[in-house]
Structure formats: C-alpha cells, structure tokens
C-alpha cells in the first residue's frame, strides 16, 4: 500500500472487479477513453490489468478518511513498447478536488524513486482539456499530438531530473 496525503493505494486484485466495473460503466469517465465497454469486454480488460508484467504498479485509490474507493491509477508499459506509461481513472464524485493531482504527483514519484525510472509519459484525448491542464499542472510537459484510437491524442511526459 502507498499511503499519501488524502489517499491510499493498494495494488490492485481480484476482489476489485466491482470497483473497476465502476469506472467502465459511467460514461463520463469513459467519454474519452473509448466509451463504456460490453462484459466481455471489461472482463478481458481487467484480466489484462491482474496479468501484466507490471501487476505490481496497478493500483486502486481509496479516501484516507472514508474509505471510499475513488479509482485507479497505474504505471505499465507504453504503446511504444519502451516507455513507462501513467493512467488513471477517477469516479465524477472526486473530480475537481485536488485528488487526481495529489495521487498522480504521488506515483510518477513513486516511479522515479522505488521502480528508477527516468521518464513517465501519459497519453490523453485532446479534447479531454480537464486531463491536459491535470498533466501540465504536475509538471509534465507537452510533447506534441498523435491519432490513436479515432481521436487526436496529446502526449505528455514528465523526466527525473
């Protein structure tokens, strides 16, 4: 478990299904990561999450205070094979409160000290200008857009300096 101002991480396991299944059925978190997705569809996804070379850095985000699951947050694998990768997803109920960046700060840390990391890259929709301004505002910088996915997607990265 990670252990941070407002939140805790715990790694990720099997009798999270229910909370991930959350965050795949609301539309608004899924608006720009490909929409909500069928049972078999989240149940291989999740699969894949449980699975990963990188299991140990897939984590679900609990309220310090009121143990209330808020989302998740992980660092695996790029699209390019190479790079390190930070995603998350957060229930609507926590967005706009400091949370997203509190934890994303916490894990590229996390990233550079305990797994030695030189670089964290995250990739988001464009059009998803609440996760851009997230990205910049934790001091990842924008590298520049790609297609991917039908969407025009901006990456960012942040290095260990």
Same mark, same amino acid.
């Given at each position: 478990m990670v252990t941070i101002e407002r939140c805790e991480l715990h790694i %990720?396991?099997?009798d999270d299904t229910y909370r991930i299944k959350? %965050?795949?059925?609301?539309d608004r978190v899924r608006k720009y990561l490909g929409g909500t997705v069928s049972e078999e569809s989240f149940t291989h996804r999740f699969n894949e999450m449980l699975h990963s070379s990188n299991k140990e850095h897939y984590w679900t985000i609990f309220n310090k205070s009121t143990q209330e699951f808020m989302g998740m947050v992980f660092l695996d694998t790029y699209h390019d094979g190479v790079q390190t990768e930070i995603g998350y997803q957060f229930l609507p109920e926590f967005w706009g409160k400091g949370f997203a960046r509190e934890v994303i700060k916490a894990v590229i840390q996390y990233g550079f000290e305990t797994m030695g990391l030189d670089k964290v890259v995250a990739e988001t929709q464009s059009q998803n200008q609440a996760s851009c301004r997230l990205l910049i505002s934790v001091g990842m910088r924008f590298e520049g857009?790609? /297609?991917?996915?039908?969407?025009? /997607?901006s990456i960012f990265s942040i290095s260990n300096e």
């Open positions: %990720l396991n099997k959350k %965050l795949y059925d609301d857009t790609i /297609q991917r996915f039908g969407n025009e /997607q």
